[in-house]
């Protein structure tokens, strides 16, 4: 039996490590085996380097696919994981994670390759924490420093590409000082270290002209309730969240504050449980109308939500922000953050989306990683290009059952009630229990059970699934 071969299967084997690279020399090259930049060639091509539905110019409705999607590569997972998992070390060759190198040097090379990357693959945005693109010195001061060095480079990369930064964040979880949290530590000293981090990396992400500034509690929560004063907890985030909107405003950056709620992992509780839960506790505190949502694929079933519904509830209080597009995995209960890779589910919510009016300065943001077998370097192009790919799929199908009002106008049929005398008067305050028995008693209300249709309407959305092009 011959092996099946064609443009879909890799002719020849490839080499584990582009070879060549070397950490410091900025001509080299590490995704030797991609020119780039990726082209759209259609869904009729069975090119693996070359997008099927991600066409950038192509206009949908009133903004093209760039505009609508504002994709973006995240630094974290991509370059700066080098796919160790908590039974294993390593499997990829990044030689930028090597301990053994200057860590500057390194996150020079580092850097340089990532632009290299996102450059051939054609992502119009990109996402970084602080310590993604420049390591921890040994004093705060010096971290400052070479934060401010790194950006300098960034910002020298960006204007070159034209790549844009959809957002910056500072990592408040790795370092052992934030094991117990870090706005929520029981320690003030370890919240006044969180406070100047993200102050210093607030500044620099305005500097990029950062369109948006990302919040994520990861260890904002507690791993028991024994040695956890979790009102007090409460208090302290919600003083932290009101000083960064301070210095936002002090510092003149112009972007949108996003919060990215998760209900756990790596801590057994996170308090940013899910959208409803920080919509409550912005309310609570003071920060609505200056603080949205990141809302995560994979952390939204993590909170036992469809991604849609985190979606819809967002929207529904005005805090849709941004998104990290990834995905979990069925019979797998932590943030596995693969490649999002069903048109059928993120159509769904791209729909939210655009009834929603879009995700203004937000974008989708891949937080994703390559399986841990996956160590060719170019693994990262074809997972990127399948994502790319979906999500163009999914705002295709989305923007059909949209402008034909598919869906839309069916929900609105079903609440047109609400849009009578009746609906109207209770809505307005206008009726009372009583008054409303005493209509039901005179016989003048008797409602008429009407179908949910609900099979009826997956079968409309499968056959914009299965037909738009
Ligand atoms: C972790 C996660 C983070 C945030 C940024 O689950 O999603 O990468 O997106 O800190
Ligand atoms: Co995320």
């Given amino acids: 039996m011959s092996l099946r071969t064609g443009p879909w299967l890799p002719s020849t084997p490839r080499r584990r490590v582009s070879s060549g690279f070397t950490v410091g020399d900025m001509s080299d090259q590490f995704f030797t085996t991609v020119d780039g930049p990726i082209p759209y060639l259609g869904p009729d091509v069975p090119e693996p380097l070359a997008f099927k539905w991600y066409d950038a110019e192509r206009v949908v409705g009133d903004r093209t696919m760039a505009e609508h999607l504002r994709m973006a590569v995240c630094y974290w997972h991509s370059f700066n994981w080098d796919g160790s998992d908590v039974f294993g070390s390593g499997t990829f060759a990044r030689p930028w994670l090597d301990p053994s190198r ?15 990357f996102m450059e051939k693959l054609g992502a119009p945005f990109w996402c970084f924490h602080d310590r993604d693109i420049a390591p921890e010195a040994t004093t705060f001061v010096e971290s400052c420093a070479r934060l ?36 929520t530590n029981p320690d003030p000293e370890v919240f006044a270290h969180a406070a100047a981090q993200v102050a210093r990396c607030m500044e620099v992400t305005r500097d990029l002209g950062g369109a948006n500034y990302v919040l994520w509690g990861g260890r904002e929560g507690y791993d028991t309730l ?12 919600g003083r932290f969240l009101n000083m960064v909107v301070e210095h936002k405003h002090d510092i003149g950056f112009e972007g949108q ?13 996170q308090y940013d449980h899910d959208v409803a839960t920080v919509h409550a506790f912005l309310q609570r505190y003071g920060l609505e109308g200056e603080i949205k949502v990141n809302i995560e694929v994979n952390h939204a079933t993590l909170a036992g ?38 048109v059928e589910s993120m159509s769904l919510a791209v729909h939210e989306i655009l009834a929603a009016g879009g995700l203004g300065s937000g974008g989708f943001n891949f937080d994703t990683k390559l399986r841990r077998q996956s160590i060719d370097p170019e693994d990262l192009f074809h997972a990127h290009i399948g994502g790319m790919d979906t999500l163009a799929r999914s705002l295709l ?20 009630g609400w849009e009578g005398e009746l609906g109207r008067s209770i809505m307005t305050g206008d009726r009372t229990l009583a008054g409303l028995g005493e209509l039901v008693a005179n016989g003048r209300i008797d409602p008429t059970p009407v179908s949910g249709r609900q099979e009826a309407l997956e079968n409309i959305v499968n056959h914009y699934v299965q037909t738009v092009r």
Wanted: glycine fraction near 6%; proline fraction near 4%; charge should be negative.
């Fill in 305 to 342: 939500h469809d991604f849609a519904h985190e979606i819809a509830t967002a929207a529904a209080v005005g805090l849709l922000g941004s998104v990290d597009a990834n995905r979990g995995d069925d019979r797998l209960g932590w943030d596995t953050d693969q490649f999002p890779n069903s």
């Fill in 397 to 416: 199908v989305a923007h059909a059952m949209y402008t034909d009002g598919a869906l839309t106008e069916v929900v609105a049929r079903r609440y047109s």
């Fill in 257 to 269: 504050i996003l919060l990215e709620p998760k209900p756990q992992e790596p801590t057994k509780h």
């Fill in 102 to 116: 200057d860590p500057m040097e390194a996150a020079r090379a580092k850097m340089d390759v990532a632009f290299e």
């Fill in 226 to 237: 024994l040695n956890t004063d979790l009102a007090r907890e409460a208090d302290q985030m």
């Fill in 148 to 183: 401010e060095e790194m950006a300098e480079r960034a910002e020298a990369h960006m204007s070159r590409t034209g790549i844009r930064l959809l957002w910056g964040t500072a990592n408040l979880f790795s370092h052992p000082r934030y094991m117990a949290g870090a706005a």
